[in-house]
């Protein structure tokens, strides 16, 4: 995660993300967070899928 500028009470905080990779039950994704039109906070975010036997 790479943070740029700080973010203060009152700014409209936007998450953005997009599907990077796909293979089979794990997901990719680039994300970052814009105040103001500027990207204040950027990170690439790996998912897995876990199934849970009850």
Do not use: H, Y
Not at 7 to 19: A, F, H, M, T, Y
């Amino acid at each position: 995660m790479r943070f740029r500028t700080p973010v203060v009470p009152g700014d409209q905080l936007i998450l953005r993300s997009k599907l990077l990779a796909l293979k089979r039950d794990i997901w990719k994704f680039a994300c970052e967070a814009v105040v103001d039109g500027n990207i204040v906070c950027s990170a690439e975010v790996t998912c897995a899928r876990k199934e849970i036997k009850s």
